[in-house]
């Protein structure tokens, strides 16, 4: 064992406590980080031209193609 003197072993507890204090911080924010709920973009509405179709987009484009009918369509409105 390694003779140290008492503030040197409190020197050694309290860096050791730092240390902890500042792993345990830094275990939750990344775990904060990750789990933070992703808010989706409001969906665009579209009508299509062609057969009527109509359906939703969460891209933010200006004319998506339709589903049915692959006939390109404009955005009529988003939420």
Known sequence: MIPLSLPDWL???????????FLITLYYSVRWYRHVP???A??????????GHVYLDHRNIPMAECEKCGTMNE????F
């Open 38 to 40: 992703r808010h989706r």
């Open 11 to 21: 020197a050694v507890i309290f860096v050791s406590h730092l240390a902890l204090i």
């Open 75 to 78: 955005s009529t409105r988003s």
């Open 42 to 51: 409001a969906p665009f509405v579209f009508r299509c031209t062609g057969c």
